[in-house]
């Protein structure tokens, strides 16, 4: 447990987390997947975040930030995001009975927009990527006085997330690999604190894409590095900004961070579909990417990596996934 003092969670504050969270979003299933683990040389089990309303893990996240939030007399969230944490802030703050405002980029999903805005938040467009959505939600909060939840920032947020940990370890004590996808950082951290803290045995590895590296790269240097550009499919993970004191926690608790290609993302997808007959977002397929791009390293070991999101567009899935499938086939 080296240097997890340094990290700002705390074990007893992920396990009370537990109690804020809807059960719905609690004890997802962790599925061997052995025609998975056959095709990647590995033992492969799939932590399953997407069976619930918002069809990601950020909900456990959402529900311990909601619950705080309450507790300070909050009448209204906001936040900025690309679509998973919007719909689900947008669920736990109905809950509650918090308004939610999220605000998202122009370029952002549609199909995540219209479920964000089907949950009943107000929706709000602003720039290019993520960060122009930033700048505004911090707005709103300081105009209306509205309780302002910034990913991996908040705490909490990163408290719901390590409660997969929890899970992944009490499931399988003997895990050798943790893959992790990689944006802001709330997941990771969250899990790779609580995999530290209960099996320090195992080797946690972040995994981010190519095309939105700032956190990698920060990781790799160990101080903040920007980038001026987003060029991924992975929205789910994009950012140029990383945060510091979420890259502090990283510093501890991941062994690793690696990049990984489009294609590789892709090909990852495509795997989950043919393996495991799972329909996933770009961002939940970042650890089979790896394990694709580096068969050698994960050969033969005991390896779980967490599909954290489902909210895909069948037209980019067929585009993705399966329409590239069939002109192979022929």
Request: glycine letters at 10%.
């Amino acid at each position: 447990m080296s240097g997890l003092d340094r990290v700002r969670l705390r074990l007893d504050r992920v396990r009370a987390a537990v109690g804020d969270v809807d059960p719905v979003f609690l004890d997802t299933p962790a599925l061997s997947c052995a025609p998975l683990g056959q095709a990647l040389g590995c033992s492969v089990t799939l932590k399953l975040e997407t069976l619930n309303p918002v069809r990601s893990f950020k909900g456990r996240g959402t529900e311990t930030v909601a619950a705080v939030a309450r507790e300070k007399g909050a009448s209204r969230v906001v936040c900025a995001s690309a679509g998973n944490l919007g719909q689900a802030l947008a669920y736990s703050g109905s809950r509650r009975g918090l308004g939610v405002t999220v605000v998202a980029a122009r370029t952002a999903n549609p199909l995540k927009l219209r479920q964000i805005a089907a949950f009943g938040a107000d929706v709000r467009l602003e720039g290019e990527d993520i960060e122009d959505a930033r700048l505004l939600a911090r707005e709103i909060a300081q105009e209306r006085g509205a309780y302002l939840v910034e990913d991996s920032l908040d705490l909490a947020t990163c408290e719901g997330a390590a409660t997969i940990g929890l899970e992944l370890v009490r499931d399988d004590p003997s895990l050798e690999v943790v893959l992790v996808a990689l944006g802001g950082g709330a997941m990771a951290s969250g899990v790779g604190y609580a995999v530290r803290s209960l099996a320090d045995h195992a080797e946690v590895i972040g995994i981010q894409p190519v095309g939105a590296p700032a956190m990698a790269l920060s990781w790799r240097q160990g101080t903040v590095v920007e980038t001026d550009r987003i060029e991924t499919i992975a929205d789910g993970v994009a950012g140029r900004f990383p945060i510091p004191e979420v890259l502090a926690d990283l510093l501890v608790v991941l062994d690793d961070v690696v990049l990984v290609r489009e294609d590789s993302i892709k090909a990852g997808m495509h795997a989950l579909y043919e393996h495991a007959g799972l329909v996933v977002e770009p961002s939940a397929a970042l650890g089979i990417a790896a394990v694709l791009e580096q068969p050698e390293r994960f050969a033969g070991r005991r390896v779980a990596t967490i599909l954290c999101g489902s909210n895909v567009g069948p037209t980019d899935f067929a585009r993705w996934v399966l329409e590239p499938a069939a002109r192979v086939a022929r």
